[in-house]
């Protein structure tokens, strides 16, 4: 029998492939928001965490585990394509070389805290949804959402900024960052529910599915089991 996907499982795949791609280009800029300077990564990151949260309520562990991995490959296509692109001859008329590869180029350092952090948190996230879903037969989608989102981005960010900037900055900074950062992104998703509570619902009778995640096999690695 041949799987199938359907177009809203696909449109939410793409949406959180883009998200991560694009957080990883804005996170250069640092931004002011209330007072808080964090990296601009912030305006879209989270959102990929809202799409993991709706994935693994409406189509379970096994579907968002595939959407997770295929993000993480994207992502890395994406950052090769970019170092190529930095390494390759510039014309005579170009004349942003120096911003163009400020931009579009992290350190080896960065890159490898970020795809880590990534896979961890996202995992994470993943999982507490799934296990509290059932655990809760299925009611207060809310509370899991901010719990796995707490878990998930909480680990993003001390995996992240731990390898990243360890031994590089203060721990004591190192700390109110991670918090910061933790605090910040939890609050984003929980001024989203409202719309995220909506938009699955939605999804929900659309798709006609409501996935229990009973007796399967939480190993990010069992990419074939979808």
Same mark, same amino acid.
């Given at each position: 029998?041949?799987?199938?996907?359907?177009?809203?499982?696909?449109?939410?795949?793409? #949406?959180?492939?883009?998200?991560? /791609? &694009?957080?990883?280009?804005?996170?250069?800029? +640092? $931004?002011?928001? *209330?007072?808080?300077?964090?990296?601009?990564?912030?305006?879209?990151?989270?959102?990929?965490?809202?799409?993991?949260?709706?994935?693994?309520?409406?189509?379970?562990?096994?579907?968002?585990?595939?959407?997770?991995?295929?993000?993480?490959?994207?992502?890395?296509?994406?950052?090769?394509?970019?170092?190529?692109?930095?390494?390759?001859?510039?014309?005579?008329?170009?004349?942003?070389?120096?911003?163009?590869?400020?931009? #579009?180029?992290?350190?080896?350092? /960065? &890159?490898?805290?970020?795809?880590?952090?990534? +896979? $961890?948190?996202? *995992?994470?996230?993943?999982?507490?949804?799934?296990?509290?879903?059932?655990?809760?037969?299925?009611?207060?989608?809310?509370?899991?959402?901010?719990?796995?989102?707490?878990?998930?981005?909480?680990?993003?960010?001390?995996?992240?900024?731990?390898?990243?900037?360890?031994?590089?900055?203060?721990?004591?900074?190192?700390?109110?960052?991670?918090?910061?950062?933790?605090?910040?992104?939890?609050?984003?998703?929980?001024?989203? #529910?409202?719309?995220?509570?909506?938009? &699955?619902?939605?999804?929900?009778?659309?798709?006609?599915?409501?996935?229990?995640?009973?007796?399967?096999?939480?190993?990010?690695?069992?990419?074939?089991?979808?």
């Amino acid at each position: 029998m041949r799987k199938q996907v359907s177009v809203s499982f696909m449109f939410f795949g793409l #949406l959180f492939t883009v998200c991560l /791609i &694009v957080s990883n280009i804005v996170e250069q800029k +640092l $931004v002011t928001i *209330f007072g808080i300077e964090c990296t601009a990564g912030l305006l879209i990151f989270p959102i990929s965490y809202i799409i993991n949260d709706l994935i693994a309520e409406v189509w379970g562990y096994r579907k968002v585990r595939l959407i997770i991995w295929n993000g993480f490959l994207m992502n890395f296509l994406a950052v090769i394509i970019f170092r190529i692109s930095i390494i390759a001859p510039a014309s005579p008329h170009f004349h942003n070389q120096q911003a163009y590869s400020l931009i #579009l180029g992290n350190t080896e350092r /960065i &890159v490898i805290a970020s795809f880590i952090a990534f +896979l $961890v948190g996202s *995992f994470l996230n993943a999982y507490v949804m799934s296990k509290m879903k059932v655990m809760q037969r299925g009611r207060g989608f809310s509370i899991r959402a901010v719990a796995s989102t707490i878990v998930g981005e909480g680990a993003d960010s001390l995996v992240f900024f731990t390898i990243a900037f360890s031994g590089i900055i203060p721990h004591h900074a190192l700390m109110i960052l991670i918090l910061t950062q933790t605090v910040l992104k939890t609050g984003y998703e929980i001024l989203a #529910l409202p719309i995220t509570n909506i938009v &699955v619902k939605w999804v929900k009778k659309h798709e006609e599915t409501d996935v229990y995640d009973r007796g399967i096999s939480y190993n990010p690695l069992k990419i074939n089991e979808v």
